[in-house]
Each structure stands twice: as C-alpha cells, then as structure tokens.
C-alpha cells in the first residue's frame, strides 16, 4: 500500500510501506478521504517525519480488528480521532481523551490504510458523507467546536485573529451561533473566505493597525472574545489589546514564549485567556448535530485532490491561500 512520506524542505514523496497490523485495541482503516491540518506544515518545511507523515484527520472504512475490539465491523465507515485515550481513566469515562494522562497520538493518516485506536472511532451515520465525516471527526470542525465550549452565551461579537482552517472554522461556526465576527488575516483570499463562511467584517492587518480597526468595529470598546488562531506572538498581543475590558482570549494557534504583563494584559482589565487544544471524542454528538441543523461544513473546503496528487495539494495549502485541503482516495469521497 501507499504512504505519504514528509521528505522535509517543503517536499513529499509517496512510498510503497507494509499493510500495517492492529494491536490489541486497534483496528486497520483503509482510507476514504484525508484532510491536511496546518499543524503539519512545520515538519513539511522544516526536517519532515522519518518514513511517514503527521497526517491525522481522516475517515474510512474499518478493515481488520486487533485482538479484544469489540463494537466495530468490518466494513464499518468510520471517522478517526488521532489522539486515543487510554481507556480507563475518569477523563476517558466521560470522552476528554485530551486530558488523559495516558493518551496516544496516531499520525501517518494520509496512506491507502492506517492504524486507529478502536475507542477512538467513530461510526458514520449514513447521512454523513466522507467529506463531512472527516471534518467531523478530525479537528477542522474539532477545534472551533471545543473553543466555543469555552465561551459564555452573553458573547456578541468575536474577533478571529488568523484565518487559516482552524480560524475559518472558528468564523462559520461562530456566525451559525448568532454572533458577529470579524476576521482579521493578511491573506485577502483567506478574508474573503471568511465573508463567505459569515464574517460580517473583515480587518486586513496591513492596511494600518488591526487593533484599532476593531475597536473601531465595536464602538471602542473591543471584541467580547478575541481567538488566537495565527500562532504568531504580534497576534497574540493584538487579542489582548482589541479584547473589551472583562472579555475573553482564546489560544489556539502554538507558538513559544510571550512577553505578556500580569498587569498590562490581566490585572487591570479583568481579562480571562484560555488554552483550547484538539476536540473532545464525547464532542462528537454535539458536533454532529450541528451538522444535522444546517452548518455548512462543506463550505471550509477549498481543495479536493486525489491521493497520487498530495504534493501539489501540500504546495497549495502551504501557499496560505486555501481553506481546508482534501486527499480523496476513492471515487466515492
Ligand atoms: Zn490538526
Ligand atoms: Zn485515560
């Protein structure tokens, strides 16, 4: 079978690579569709990922059983999230696989077949096509979900700073609530897809100071919550600075230190900042009712190409012009 390998310095080859075997709580997938995630384009750029990938978004057929899985079929269409619990933890009783100390991360996602831990599967209602399975169960759907677990129903207006997919995802699902968005990027192409997705004013950072662009959005006072989805340290403090007095910073974006000030950024203006990371696996009924009442989940997706072509879509998505980019493996998806 085919694996995707991440060579480094923005190149990626395909290989052919053993049918992989599942473990004890395993289960082999062979792949529908996979979907490229921004948090692979370090490796991509950078020193690549020794025989593989860190593809981790996709959906597929369950195809083999390891020993002791029980609640799966072969054949089952399923849709996989990459980071597993360990299983009996209180956090995984309740599905915040996340917050297990013992949780496991499956990478290599974009191959004609993968290993997936069984407790990290989820069924595939047949009202949920390929393209929406993956985007519901890998984090393209997951992190926005998950950061808006962390807001108060009182927010009105949201500023996303960064609309890459994950801050798209954040500007469709924020708008589906009811609230106002205003998209903030450098990429007019990003911008003008967050409109369509419903932003109802976009900020175009190099058109003059963005802070002051959306204080001027909000009569002066800021945006109730700020998210952070650029991962870049200008954007980071632009959040804490276009936030209204007692709003709410969202992280989603990675990024290393920060100089911040417990007074300046904290203190004096009653501001809350949390971390959001990944999707919770018991997320998933949530999510897919949204999806049942009308999101348009299929409007983040930009690119659709089959496997053979992965290194013209990783080129594209690198590029920052694209919503979410899908590998397609079968004429099906
Ligand atoms: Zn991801
Ligand atoms: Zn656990």
Known sequence: MKRLILDGESRVTMADAPEPVAGPGEVVIQT???ALCGSELHDYRSGGVAGGNNGHEAAGWVRALGAGVTGLTVGQRVGVSAIAGCGHCTYCALGQYTWCRGFSFYGNMHAEQFLAAANACHPLPDDVAWEAGVLLTGDGLGVPYHTSTKLADSVR???????????????????????????VDRSATRLALARRLGAQAVVQVDDGDPVAAVRA??????????????????????????VRTAGTVVFNGEQGALPISPSEQFIRRDITAVGAWFYHFGEYPAMLQLYRDGLRLHDLITDRLPFADAADAYARFAAGQTGKVLLRYTDEA
């Open 32 to 34: 529908a569709v996979s």
């Open 157 to 183: 207006t949201v500023a996303v700073f960064g609309v890459g997919p994950v801050g798209l995802g954040s500007v469709l699902l924020q708008a589906h609530l009811g609230r106002r968005v205003i998209a």
């Open 217 to 242: 959005l909000t009569d002066d006072t800021g945006a109730d919550v700020c998210i952070e989805a650029a991962g870049r340290p200008e954007s980071a403090l632009a959040c804490f600075a276009a």
